[in-house]
């Protein structure tokens, strides 16, 4: 047993540092999913900058390519004199304006980029006064003079640092586009490792958890199969000294019931015969805590007190020559009712008491009669019912302090049991009512 405790001791010692490493586990997975969180916001963030410098890239690509269309429309317009080109010249104008207030509003955190669209606003802005300005010739004054704006070469000088500007600002948004496509890319390898790891550890987690529990399952199981054989031994220990303390008390009340029959005196005979009378009822309750399927703590009480009526009947040894016929008995006992020994000891020496009483003096010179005896529960109440109709108790015996040596012995059980006796004389006859406590329950098994 103290083998199977230091093992028990030494399980829990593990159980506990099993919980406390699990507990440190979950709580850094815990740590870990917040900043999971953390890195997936970061980069949803990142990605989102990524798409922000890809749209101003866009936009400037956009520009640039808008500011090409209004060039088209102006030639288009002098070689063919087409109203159709100088619509796709206006056009063209307008989104160019757009587009630099896009590029403008996209850009609004990048000082850099801010000073450099604000130079593009400005030579854009020269470039399609220079457009304009050669349509007007061509409209007011002739060909031949737009022409030779043209040749001036100030429209192309224009056109020229519009592209070197625009591919500046290409070129900060590719090395910015670089820098957060690989901010990103860190992120979402760090999230692809963490759920790698979260992975590992849970099924980790998961294995040795299982593990755990199949060896605590099979060392309980072997400290339950030796818990089992214990619990057998100490039963059959329990129901040998059972056995032989019944054994012993039948001896004493047969070496009494022997010295009451070699006796001379009357008197003394009869207080060895009741008094070995009261050792049967102590061993009745013993034998019923012996043998198979008994229970070590517990008597069945409605035929212990079956078993101590048919015993009390006395034998005609026992009443003498001149005893007569023997009174008849009627027992009337309610359902099964399990008790404990502590109670059901002073019930049957009780019951014993009152049945001896009545067959001793109920019924003197051979007389006939019937003794009866009832029991029944009512709620966490016990009733016995000891009642014959005999010649009755003398005066003064019912009081709380008459009667003799047996009576004052069954006032002492009741109140061991904190019970209450009744004495009431009838016509004819006695009837003893014993009422005590005790509330139902299971059994425990050995």
Do not use: C
């Not at 890809?54 to 690509?61: C, G, L, M, T």
């Not at 294995?207 to 309980?220: G, I, M, N, P």
């Not at 009838?426 to 406590?437: H, I, K």
């Amino acid at each position: 047993m103290s083998i199977n405790t230091d093992a028990s001791i030494a399980r829990r010692m593990m159980r506990a540092r099993a919980a406390r490493v699990s507990a440190l586990l979950l709580g850094g997975l815990f740590v870990g999913f917040l900043l999971l969180v953390t890195v997936f916001i970061e980069y949803r963030r990142a990605i989102d900058w990524v798409d922000h410098t890809r749209e101003v890239i866009s936009a400037v690509e956009a520009l640039q390519s808008a500011l090409s269309d209004t060039e088209s429309g102006e030639r288009g317009y002098l070689l063919l004199r087409d109203p159709g080109h100088l619509a796709a010249y206006e056009e063209a104008r307008e989104h160019s304006r757009r587009l630099l207030d896009s590029v403008g509003s996209l850009t609004a955190d990048n000082p850099v980029q801010q000073d450099t669209l604000k130079a593009l606003r400005a030579l854009t802005a020269q470039r399609l006064d220079q457009i304009g300005e050669v349509l007007r010739q061509a409209a007011e004054s002739g060909l031949e003079q737009a022409l030779a704006t043209i040749r001036e070469g100030k429209g192309a000088s224009t056109m020229a640092e519009i592209r070197r500007l625009t591919a500046t600002m290409r070129a900060e948004e590719d090395m910015l586009l670089a820098r957060r496509s690989r901010h990103a890319t860190i992120l979402e390898l760090l999230m692809i490792a963490y759920g790698l790891l979260f992975v590992t550890v849970m099924g980790w987690l998961g294995y040795t958890t299982v593990r755990r529990l199949e060896r605590d399952y099979q060392a309980e199981r072997a400290e339950g199969q030796a818990l089992a054989v214990a619990l057998q031994e100490n039963r059959i220990l329990l129901d040998e000294v059972n056995h032989r303390v019944k054994n012993s008390l039948q001896i004493v009340a047969n070496l009494l019931r022997t010295q009451a029959l070699r006796h001379r005196s009357q008197e003394v005979r009869q207080e060895l015969l009741d008094s070995s009378s009261r050792v049967l009822a102590i061993a009745e309750v013993h034998r019923r805590l012996y043998g198979e399927g008994a229970v070590y703590d517990t008597v069945e009480l409605s035929d212990l007190i079956r078993s101590i009526a048919e015993n009390a009947v006395p034998s005609n040894s026992d009443r003498g020559a001149d005893g007569g016929s023997e009174p008849a008995m009627s027992v009337a006992v309610g359902t099964p009712l399990p008790a404990p020994v502590h109670t059901a000891v002073p019930v049957a020496l009780i019951v014993n008491e009152l049945l001896t009483n009545s067959y001793k003096h109920a019924f003197p010179d051979g007389r006939t009669g019937t003794v009866r005896l009832d029991m029944e529960v009512d709620g966490d109440e016990v009733h016995i019912d000891v009642t014959d109709d005999g010649i009755g108790l003398p005066e003064g015996v019912a009081s709380s302090s008459g009667g003799g040596f047996g009576l004052n012995t069954v006032r002492n059980l009741t109140r061991q049991i904190r019970g209450r006796l009744e004495i009431e004389r009838l016509t004819p006859g006695t009837r003893f009512l014993l009422t005590f406590p005790m509330k139902p329950g299971a059994p425990t098994q050995a």
